[in-house]
């Protein structure tokens, strides 16, 4: 019996998913498995993820294979394999209670239960966490932008040639014709590559989509994790964020792929229902990410839906983001990336009234606290 992430409903499995995703900043799911005794439940097969394996009840002995046809880190799991296709397991073992074993993805196993019922946990992570799921976020993120810097080199925007179709295939077109095109792509994919290189702006985008896939997903902070603090923050006291890795500074952007320069925003995973963690449930398209995190329809949308605290316009969206004027954004860089804290009245804002209204914003949604 396979229970999907008991991390929803167990405190103590929430608390450490929350910690090992704030470690390795990467969405770490659980698993739970109950085989009755002498039995396996399971026809061998690989994952996709990086497994720890938690014997909490009973003995389960495991055989672990090389990945099939040697092909190491796959991006997807397989189907149920036949033992005859695995070959002899590199290694053997018998878990007893309190035991850990630790499988790279693509690792071929297989387990039995001994002679008593057996319960173990399977944490995983690095689903969908590799370079090459880096460099795809780099293609969705060119192939939408309308502008440079962070944009597909003019080569690669070019239109497919005349007869496409027809001369490139498997078991269509010719030989020269597929070699001709494969030639030209691989030109085409090095001038990316130099784009790449040479405009950080590209990768920065990239980087701040999954980031925010990953904020507005993971286990929001283990409980108790900052206790509570009366009093808000006064000009001389020193404040720090509460935990950098959950939070992060995007852009707001709007679905033509225009930035607006007028706001910047904090996203967090605060607001995080962890009974949903990992559960795959489709997202609002509304706020699905771009290069900058929350998409918006309009300008004047972006602008009647602010609310005034002063000098400073700040909202809280759906997604749990909260968007502050661009009059914010040095103090705001301050904050984060101050590593023993910053005094009230020396952030980077024009009157002492203004830092006393954007801090004690933070500190009213838990972003930051005073040391």
Known sequence: MQFLQPQRLSCDLRDICAALESQIECLVGCNAYLTPKN???LAPHHDDV?????????RKAWKLYNPLNGFALPNAPSEDLDQESIGDPIMEVVLDVGDVLYMPKGTIHQALAQNEDSVHLTISTYQQWTWGDLASAVLDETLSATSEPVCLPL???EELPFGFLSSVGEFTGTADGSKMVATELAKKLRDLADAVEQRVEIVQAAADTMAYDFLTSRMPPMADCSPPQEDPPKLDDRIKLDGKSYFRLLSVRFENGLVDDSVIQI??????????HMMQYPKDEDTAAGAAGMDVDSEEEAVNTDMHLGGLCTEAADDGSLVFSMDSKRALL????????VLVRDL??????LCLELSRALWEHGIIVIM
């Open 267 to 276: 996203v967090s995973c605060l607001t995080n229902d962890p009974q949903t």
């Open 334 to 341: 301050q904050i984060f990336h101050a590593a023993n804290g």
């Open 39 to 41: 039995t396996q439940g």
């Open 155 to 157: 080569s690669l925007r």
């Open 348 to 353: 980077r804002l024009s009157t002492d009234q």
């Open 50 to 58: 990086e497994l720890l394996i938690c014997q909490t009840q009973g």
